[in-house]
């Protein structure tokens, strides 16, 4: 198994809050991403980063930011979370010229 | 607008026929794609991939055919197996070879039964 973790695995909290969730890798990948699985909507990218500090938008951004400050971690917040946002979130990892590897996601209810 | 779409949400076969998932994409700049198994509670498995300079990649009991024409792409599964039964997700990027790491586009899954 490609070493990410993500945390926590599983969270519930209340609308409004701020949420923070934290994918952590041990393979010294240069790529990482943040998804949402929903139903009728499959994988969906949120953020994706090439580098530290190094970061880009996917097609669901909005209501997220992230931010890479070291390799190993890429951490994914929602300022201000909404019933919108619950969802099953994944993590992945990349090497140059190879397939992504996902965690074993996170579970967010809003409540 | 979902740019990669499995139009199929399950399939069902008898052990050691075969299982045929099928993908469609509309984006003509994608080059490169790829198959993921998911088991329920786990992250999505990397499974086979292709890229657009070939039309069939093989792996084992894992084929995938590249139709660049009719923009789709299949995967065959032969002899299928009970082990076999988890959700399926086609994935499209295009190209590998950007610094910006490649925003990788999902389609909604196929969801594989493999009855004993």
């Known amino acids: 198994d490609a070493g990410i973790t993500q945390s926590p695995r599983h969270k519930v909290t209340e609308t409004g809050t701020p949420v923070t969730l934290r994918c952590h890798q041990t393979?010294?990948?240069?790529?990482m991403y943040w998804y949402r699985q929903d139903p009728g909507h499959g994988l969906r990218l949120i953020h994706y980063?090439?580098?530290?500090?190094?970061?880009d938008k996917g097609e669901v951004s909005d209501g997220y930011s992230v931010s890479r400050s070291k390799t190993e971690d890429f951490l994914l917040t929602l300022e201000s979370a909404t019933s919108s946002q619950t969802s099953v979130y994944f993590c992945?990892?990349?090497?140059?010229?190879?397939?992504?590897?996902f965690g074993d996601g996170t579970r967010l209810s809003i409540l | 607008d979902q740019q990669v779409k499995q139009n199929s949400p399950s399939l069902s076969v008898q052990e050691g026929r075969i299982s045929i998932l099928n993908c469609d994409y509309t984006?003509?700049?994608?080059?490169?794609f790829l198959w993921y198994k998911k088991y329920p509670a786990e992250g999505p498995t990397f499974l086979i991939s292709?890229?657009?300079?070939?039309d069939k990649n093989e792996d084992g009991r894992f084929t995938v055919f590249l139709n660049k024409s009719a923009k789709h792409l299949s995967l065959h599964i032969v002899p299928s197996q009970p082990g076999d039964s988890a959700v399926y997700f086609c994935?499209?990027?295009?190209?590998?070879?950007?610094?910006?790491?490649?925003?990788?586009?999902f389609g909604t899954g196929t969801s594989l039964t493999v009855i004993p």
């Open positions: 992945a990892i990349r090497d140059s010229n190879q397939p992504q590897h």
């Open positions: 393979e010294n990948h240069r790529y």
């Open positions: 980063s090439y580098g530290v500090k190094d970061t």
């Open positions: 984006n003509s700049m994608f080059d490169y």
């Open positions: 292709i890229s657009s300079i070939k």
């Open positions: 994935a499209a990027s295009a190209s590998l070879l950007t610094n910006t790491g490649n925003q990788f586009y």
